[in-house]
T-cell receptor, first 116, second 111 residues
Framework: GAGVSQSPSNKVTEKGKDVELRCDPI?????LYWYRQSLGQGLEFLIY????????KSGLPSDRFSAERTGGSVSTLTIQRTQQEDSAVYLC??????????????FGPGTRLTVL | LAKTTQPISMDSYEGQEVNITCSHN???????ITWYQQFPSQGPRFIIQ???TKVTNEVASLFIPADRKSSTLSLPRVSLSDTAVYYC????????????FGQGTELSVKP
């Protein structure tokens, strides 16, 4: 079946511009995660959505970052007034259950963001 | 939150067994240990998960000592295609706050 998809696969933008990154989770998965992976680094947790509950935003690095999940499915990560340090691969994952720290996460291929 | 520590890199040869250890000294009672594999330009992929003792599946084994302060991912008879970065994640079912992956271990398998 279809896995997690993300778009665009690559995004180049200029410093100060806003960007939107999209994630389509696996159908039926109630949980959705966003991560950031800087070059050669590990995964940095950003935000977690579970069903209709309020999202866990504990990993968002600044108020320039926000995310929405409409209708319990597609999610959009928005970065306002992008900075060069925002350059990274942004990964989305989804999971079937509601156990945030133990559910198997299925990752998308990521969006590579480059801020010039 | 459980902080994890892994070796940055490891080298091996085809056919050898590889053991990658993750330290998690302040693991909580309800925490599980999960390992993911990541190939270049791809998202991570689940390998194995355990709580205590030993877990084995078709691709790997996971050894967790009684004190659970560390865990070892064991890959039997590695091949070139096992060259990847391996991450451990420690977290509980109702994990609050950030999910913290280890920094990852870059495994290089040579012919």
């Amino acid at each position: 079946g279809a896995g997690v998809s993300q778009s665009p696969s690559n995004k180049v933008t200029e410093k100060g511009k806003d960007v939107e990154l999209r994630c389509d989770p696996i159908s039926g998965h109630t949980a959705l995660y966003w991560y950031r992976q800087s070059l050669g680094q590990g995964l940095e947790f950003l935000i977690y959505f579970q069903g209709n509950s309020a999202p866990d935003k504990s990993g968002l690095p600044s108020d320039r970052f926000s995310a929405e999940r409409t209708g319990g499915s597609v999610s959009t990560l928005t970065i306002q007034r992008t900075q060069q340090e925002d350059s990274a691969v942004y990964l989305c994952a989804s999971s079937l259950g509601s156990m945030k720290g133990t559910d198997t996460q299925y990752f998308g291929p990521g969006t590579r963001l480059t801020v010039l | 939150l459980a902080k994890t520590t892994q070796p940055i890199s490891m080298d091996s040869y085809e056919g050898q067994e590889v053991n990658i250890t993750c330290s998690h000294n302040n693991i909580a009672t309800n925490d599980y240990i999960t390992w993911y594999q990541q190939f270049p330009s791809q998202g991570p992929r689940f390998i194995i998960q355990g709580y205590k003792t030993k877990v084995t599946n078709e691709v790997a084994s996971l050894f967790i000592p009684a004190d659970r302060k560390s865990s070892t991912l064991s890959l039997p008879r590695v091949s070139l295609s096992d060259t990847a970065v391996y991450y451990c994640l420690v977290g509980g079912p109702n994990q609050g706050g950030k999910l913290i992956f280890g920094q990852g271990t870059e495994l290089s398998v040579k012919p």
